[in-house]
């Protein structure tokens, strides 16, 4: 398990007694994909060949390609 979160490197709890940090990392997680929620790229009409995690795309309106198909 990572110590931090991937985006805003927000830190996590290390694991203990009654699970506790489960819910609150959950919580991180939750807070660290909507938090200053940023794209790399508005106008793709394709998957890119290998997106890095977090990476996030809008995708374009006229003919996606690929796994954006449909």
Known sequence: MA???PSLALP???GGQ???HVT???A???LDTLVQLAVLDKDR???PASPAE???YLIAAN???GAWTG
């Open 3 to 5: 110590d931090t979160t």
């Open 12 to 14: 996590l709890i290390a």
């Open 18 to 20: 009654a699970q506790k």
């Open 24 to 26: 609150h990392n959950e």
């Open 28 to 30: 991180l997680a939750l």
């Open 45 to 47: 009409t394709a998957p």
């Open 54 to 56: 977090g990476d996030r």
């Open 63 to 65: 003919d996606p390609s």
